[in-house]
């Protein structure tokens, strides 16, 4: 069966640090995928997204790697902030339609 | 501004009592989905849509219905609520495959 796979254990990272989640999928063959963060009680808000032909993508402290062999992405924080707080979620196009599954989501805890 | 607006916010019914949640964007996108959400469940996809009349189900439409009768509405219609559909719901909308997409502020509903 397709799964996609992000940690539950929430990543508790000190202010500055670089924070990097990870997400695993099976069964997939992904066109792309997207990374979204989302904050508790509210709509997930878009942020990255990475094509099979690209290996990395960044905008500004955030950057995002793709392994279409090892079927793995990492989404890294760097010089995190409290304000990064938040559940970020990985998603991908199993059908290459735009329909979107999800992740479950990994929180990050940026410690003052 | 450019967003999904959902309705209501907030909403507590009694089971069998026939509910709509109303979703509109102002962005002539293409496509539009609801989901919803659930503790230790994620993100769970109801129904998709990827033009006027045409819609689709997603991993979850059992008890829910949608129409796509203009291009910036989605309604989610729950013809007999039953307790096992309190959960957060959100309706998204993109352009076109390959694009991220943007969510709606949710709409936490309570059958009881």
């Known amino acids: 069966s397709q799964k996609i796979e992000q940690n539950s254990e929430a990543l508790n990272i000190q202010e500055g640090k670089t924070a990097t989640l990870t997400c695993n999928y099976t069964n997939y063959s992904p066109a792309y995928l997207q990374w979204y963060r989302q904050d508790p009680g509210r709509g997930p808000v878009f942020l990255l997204l990475i094509r099979e032909n690209e290996k990395e993508k960044r905008k500004e402290r955030l950057k995002v790697t793709f392994d279409t062999t090892l079927k793995q992405s990492l989404f890294h924080i760097t010089a995190s902030q409290p304000a990064d707080s938040a559940t970020y979620l990985c998603a991908l196009d199993p059908q290459g339609n735009n329909r979107l599954a999800f992740g479950k989501g990994n929180q990050v805890v940026v410690i003052p | 501004e450019a967003q999904v607006t959902q309705n209501p916010r907030y909403l507590i019914t009694v089971t069998g009592k026939k509910l709509t949640v109303t979703c509109s964007q102002n962005m002539n996108h293409e496509y539009m989905s609801w989901y919803r959400q659930d503790p230790g469940l994620g993100l769970r996809q109801i129904y998709y849509s990827m033009n006027v009349e045409v819609t689709d189900k997603g991993d979850v439409p059992e008890g829910y219905k949608v129409s796509r009768k203009e291009k910036r509405n989605f309604p989610l219609i729950l013809e007999s609520p039953s307790p096992n559909q309190t959960s957060l719901y959100f309706c998204?909308?993109?352009?076109?495959?390959?694009?991220?997409?943007?969510f709606g502020s949710g709409t936490r509903l309570t059958v009881v």
């Open positions: 998204a909308s993109s352009p076109t495959e390959g694009y991220g997409y943007t």
